[in-house]
């Protein structure tokens, strides 16, 4: 009996120490990224494509795992239709025509995958590289804050079916659950990319779980407008922003992951969260909702082995920047190898009005050259003594990321998750 009370004890004291070292960061029992994704999807070979999508889709219809298929051009749901994935089906797509698919206001997509059978969406090309194609578009009737609560995207698409906004915070467009879009992001005439998903006016209906974006020439997630949940997302390896929120969005986004390279970046800026509420003044409705994003439980890593020498070297800047009238709340968050950790907009003033719509709290910042300034601004003191307050219960460290994380350096299965193992031996060894 004694021995199988020690042996609970032990149990208990080891789960509550894996807990919590884990409150921080992606979190899970375990590595959640396991299974569904790639990260190195250069090397997969998908087959050839033996059925073309083209055109709009006006009508209900389902993609079968049994097909390969070759998205060509800019494909439309249109009509209220709904488009139905199967779990494990392959969709390439065609650089030449940039294909995209777009979800229409009023359209649903349902690519629910699973997480040993997930959904892909990749080049069609046999050396594959970021940009090669366009990228997926979600478009909903819920709230953005531009004047009369309506925009289109552009892109070079049919403008009359990119329409997005409304009243309807519970707009529907769809599921996308275990799905990975590789090489997306392609390039437009002007300066403009593809976003890999850009999701425009989207409700709180739609369920956006588990989706992994790797190497995208523009935005791996672009968020206008919409009130919406993101949770476990990974962008990996993108040029542009990973995340980038704007026109009003009401967002949270929890346990999801960006994994930035020193040597992908775009000269537009390149940030793990571009959290703002319009590209210009004009354009926005002051009397309606601004961004807010609250983040909970990210992991925002710069993949570097030599975080100091690509910092010197100018490779590596902000992980967060935050706009004029735009809030964060970002909580239990890893930011681990960047310079500096946060920016905030220059025109934003430093008072208590806009501190308290900008809170980073028991957050880790690892391995940063500074944690948080005003752009333009190299004078951080009060910056620095407002968050460094003990009531935000903030820790920084100077780990390198082999340290920091679980298998930081495994390839295949990375597990990004804060280390907890000499916790747990010593533990059990007591």
């Known amino acids: 009996m004694k021995n199988i009370t020690q042996i609970i004890s032990i149990f208990l004291l080891v789960v509550c120490s894996v807990n919590a070292q884990q409150e921080k960061g992606i979190i899970g029992s375990n590595n959640w990224l396991n299974n569904w994704t790639e990260f190195k999807p250069n090397k997969q070979d998908y087959g050839e494509a033996n059925r073309i999508l083209a055109g709009n889709i006006s009508v209900n219809t389902r993609l079968e795992k049994k097909n390969i298929y070759l998205l060509q051009g800019s494909v439309y749901v249109t009509n209220n239709a709904t488009l139905t994935i199967d ?7 065609d650089s030449e025509s940039k294909a995209s698919l777009v979800i229409t206001k009023g359209a ?7 997480e040993t059978d997930p959904i892909v969406f990749t080049s069609n090309k046999s050396l594959k590289k970021a940009g090669d194609w366009g990228g997926i578009i979600l478009l909903g009737d819920a709230p953005i804050n531009k004047f009369g609560g309506v925009s289109s995207v552009n892109f070079d698409l049919n403008l009359a079916l990119t329409a997005y906004g409304g009243v309807n915070t519970s707009s529907n467009s769809g599921i996308l659950k275990f799905v990975r879009i590789e090489f997306a992001g392609a390039k437009l005439k002007g300066t403009e990319n593809f976003n890999s998903l850009l999701l425009a006016g989207v409700g709180n209906k739609t369920i956006i779980e588990n989706v992994m974006v790797s190497y995208s020439g523009g935005d791996s997630f672009e968020i206008l407008g919409g009130e919406l949940k ?12 990973d995340y980038k929120f704007n026109y009003g969005t009401q967002c949270h986004i929890d346990n999801s992951l960006a994994i930035r390279s020193s040597f992908l970046s775009s000269k537009f800026g390149s940030r793990c969260l571009d959290v703002a509420s319009y590209v210009t003044k004009e354009e926005v409705d002051f ?32 992980a967060i920047y935050v706009g004029d009238n735009s809030a964060l709340e970002c909580r239990r ?14 025109k934003m003033e430093i008072n208590d009005k806009n501190l308290n719509k900008i809170k980073f709290e028991q957050m880790y910042f690892n391995f940063c050259k500074g944690n948080i300034f005003t752009e333009f601004n190299s004078n951080n003191e009060d910056l620095e003594s407002w968050y460094g307050n003990s009531i935000f219960s903030n820790v920084y460290s100077k780990s390198d990321n082999k340290e920091t994380f679980i298998d930081f350096l495994n390839d295949k299965r990375p597990d990004f998750r804060l280390k907890i193992g000499k916790i747990v031996a010593s533990n059990v060894d007591k």
């Open 230 to 241: 993101l949770n476990k997302m990974v962008s990996f390896k993108s040029s542009s922003d």
């Open 287 to 318: 009397a309606r909702k601004q961004t807010l994003v609250v983040a909970t439980n990210l992991t925002l890593v710069n993949n570097s082995e030599n975080i100091s020498v690509d910092i010197e070297s100018g490779l590596v800047k902000e």
């Open 87 to 93: 779990p494990g089906t392959v969709i390439i797509c």
């Open 333 to 346: 968050t890893v930011i681990s190898g960047f310079n500096p950790a946060v920016l905030l907009d220059s």
């Open 108 to 114: 649903t997509i349902i690519a629910e995958g699973l």
